[in-house]
């Protein structure tokens, strides 16, 4: 069973800049597919970009330009590059175990627990 954890989660100013780690284990990660979610208060929670077993990757409008998803198949880690952050960046971000259908990326049941981003202005 894949099992997500995730981190490098913090507080920054605005402008600034933070990277998130989506470790896995229990499954092959070189065939893994992640997507990076993330949920404001009283927001629903929203696909913020994935990538794909072969490096397929794809960005919420609201985050082109500014964050960037990799992965690295020797550590089994996912990163999300955050950049030039704002304030409305603020929330509890999740990696999730997926798959990419073209390019829709298609969310499994497999979550981690969340790390908190808070961006002040």
């Known amino acids: 069973q894949v099992q997500l954890v995730e981190s490098g989660g913090g507080l920054v100013q605005a402008g600034g800049s933070l990277r998130l780690s989506c470790a896995t284990s229990?499954?092959?990660?070189?065939?893994?597919?992640i997507g990076w979610y993330r949920q404001a208060p009283g927001k629903q929670r929203e696909l913020v970009a994935s990538?794909?077993?072969?490096?397929?990757?794809t960005y919420a409008d609201s985050v082109k330009g500014r964050f960037s998803i990799s992965r690295d198949n020797a550590k089994n880690t996912v990163y999300l590059q955050m950049n030039s952050l704002k304030p409305e960046d603020t929330a509890v971000y999740y990696c999730?175990?997926?798959?990419?259908?073209?390019?829709?990326?298609?969310?499994?049941?497999?979550w981690g627990q969340g790390t908190q981003v808070t961006v002040s202005s």
């Open positions: 999730n175990k997926g798959t990419l259908s073209g390019n829709t990326y298609i969310p499994g049941a497999t």
């Open positions: 229990g499954s092959t990660f070189s065939i893994v597919t």
């Open positions: 990538i794909g077993r072969v490096g397929t990757t």
